[in-house]
């Protein structure tokens, strides 16, 4: 696990740093309803042609000064840091920044617009609060360099709009598997190797186009449709994943694959290591279809 | 350039690849496209790409790949080098192409013997990671992604990716504590070429700096500011 370094200076510390919404950011897309989005939360709405405009507001509590040493006249000044990135980090999308007052009980407005066409996956927002000019007289432990992180927040959500979060695809089985192979089938699930994967790229769901009246329950929505695509679902991530050597320790992204399997091996069948579970597989497979079907509460949909 | 591409799931584009195993460079090359009514994309947005573009895409790179020695694997560089600068110039969308499904797409169907040569051996295929891996391990988005971190406003936009390897970009743009400031990651190839030191230098330097940046946020500094803290972390 990755550690952090020990700031040389002192810092603020949570209680001193108050953010009007908490744990959640207010979210807009295009003309549509602000949305209260908590942190691993779900923006919807988005569309690719619209803004996006993620808003909070920050105030410094009354002792934080004293936390930092610092007096009213040393000439220090702050300053609060906004930065959004998309596509898990991998692109800064829109930048805030603004003074922090010494000793002001206002609180600073934060407001990102972010180009709808230029987010992928997700948004987040890495709030810092930073020394902008160092203290004139500083003792060992004060900030000494512009820049140097006082306090600092992160937030991030999923976004929604461009595609279904279950990669639904139906095909001819006929021509997929060869002619009369499994043409009465009805599920076929796809895991792909890499655990790192967003979960729509790494499992698609196959069904038969054949079967036309189960694709419209599915559609609509139906219990019993939609009990056996997950327990489907669920048994064959499961099952894949442990074969292909996921590993329950390892930090997968949010919304990967890996975290996926993570989530769902554990809840279904507590934090047993893969080996045991791909034993149970081969050796008492009934017992492992039906926790899979009890954890999908199968008896209540018949 | 306002269209939508194709997108290519990883699950999917495992199974296309495995059936393909064992087709020379030439029966590579000679695969069609895909019917594009039948590719998915994104439900909603600006009008789909033509296949007629796609192709010009294809024959471009081609090109390039020839220029470089193909099927030869002579000059894989300057491959790199060229068709990094003409992804970053087609000006594609930016929240498409930094998807690593669109360009699962483009390296399974557009130029699956570009990834096998670039990548492959003789009896071996390319990793699946060059198609459907991270954008910074794809054959063709990591091309893509280094020209757009590393462009340069003004005159010479690509004066700075001329000066990297492909290992120093490796370690460059794998970082995205990095390489989402583009500034900073061009500062980082400046001061390295500067410094005139070797790939352990800038490994070595890349620790400092991802340290620094938990202590210390440069994205408000100054350009001699940040310039400053980056050649602290070679000396």
Redesign the interface.
């Known amino acids: 696990m990755a550690e952090r370094p020990i700031p040389p200076h002192r810092i603020l510390l949570q209680e001193d740093v108050h953010l009007e919404y908490g744990e959640s950011w207010h979210v807009a897309c295009g003309d549509g309803m602000v949305q209260l989005v908590e942190r691993g939360g779900i923006v919807t709405g988005w569309e690719p042609g619209r803004s996006v405009v993620v808003s909070n507001s920050v105030r410094l509590e009354g002792g934080a000064y004293a936390r930092l040493g610092a007096s009213r006249c040393d000439g220090i000044s702050l300053k609060l840091v906004a930065t959004a990135c998309t596509a898990r980090d991998l692109d800064i999308v829109a930048r805030h920044s603004c003074p922090l007052p010494i000793g002001s009980a206002d609180a600073r407005p934060i407001e990102l617009t972010l180009d709808g066409s230029k987010l992928a996956g997700d948004i987040s927002v890495s709030l810092s609060i930073v020394v902008e000019s160092p203290a004139l007289e500083g003792d060992q432990l004060s900030p000494s360099v512009p820049g140097a992180r006082l306090w600092s927040s992160r937030w991030r959500a999923r976004i929604e709009g461009g595609r279904a979060r279950l990669a639904v695809e139906a095909i001819d089985f006929d021509q997929y598997f060869g002619s009369g192979k499994a043409s009465k089938g009805l599920i076929h699930v796809v895991v792909a190797e890499d655990p790192h994967l967003e979960i729509e790229q790494g499992l698609i769901v196959y069904l038969n186009s054949a079967g036309g009246g189960f694709i419209q329950e599915l559609a609509r929505k139906e219990a019993r449709a939609t009990a056996l695509l997950w327990e489907t679902v669920l048994r064959r991530v499961i099952v894949a994943g442990c074969d292909m050597d996921f590993s329950p320790a390892e930090q997968y992204p949010d919304g990967s694959l890996g975290r996926q399997w993570q989530q769902w091996s554990a809840i279904v069948f507590g934090r047993r290591p893969p080996a045991e579970l791909l034993a149970m597989h081969r050796g008492d497979l009934s017992e492992f279809e039906v926790r899979i079907q009890s954890y999908i509460n199968m008896k209540d949909k018949f | 350039m306002?269209v939508r591409f194709p997108r290519l799931?990883?699950?999917?584009a495992?199974?296309i690849i495995a059936d393909r195993d064992g087709l020379s460079l030439r029966e590579l090359e000679d695969l069609g496209l895909p019917e594009l009514e039948t590719q998915q994309f994104?439900?909603?947005?600006?009008p789909r790409v033509s296949a007629e573009y796609l192709l010009s895409v294809r024959e471009r790179l081609s090109l390039f790949a020839r220029e470089a020695g193909y099927p030869q694997r002579r000059e894989l560089g300057r491959f790199d080098s060229t068709a990094a600068v003409y992804l970053a110039e087609l000006d594609l969308?930016?929240?498409?192409v930094?998807?690593?499904?669109t360009w699962?797409w483009m390296t399974v169907f557009l130029v699956p013997h570009l990834v096998q040569w670039r990548w492959g051996k003789v009896d071996h295929c390319a990793s699946?990671?060059r198609y459907?891996?991270?954008?910074q391990r794809n054959a063709l988005g990591r091309l893509w992604f280094r020209a757009y971190v590393m462009r340069e406003p003004g005159e010479a936009p690509w004066s700075t990716l001329q000066l990297v390897n492909e290992d120093a970009h490796v370690a460059i743009l794998e970082r995205?504590?990095i390489?989402?400031?583009?500034r900073l990651a061009r500062a980082i190839v400046s001061a390295w070429h500067e410094s005139g030191r070797g790939e352990d230098a800038l490994r070595d330097a890349m620790v400092r700096i991802r340290?620094q940046l938990?202590?210390?946020?440069?994205?408000?500094?100054t350009d001699a500011?940040l310039r400053e803290v980056v050649l602290s972390a070679f000396r």
């Open positions: 306002s799931a990883a699950a999917k495992e199974r994104a439900p909603t947005g600006p969308p930016i929240g498409q930094i998807r690593s499904d699962a699946i990671s459907t891996g991270i954008l995205t504590s390489s989402r400031d583009h340290v938990l202590l210390r946020d440069v994205s408000e500094l500011s």
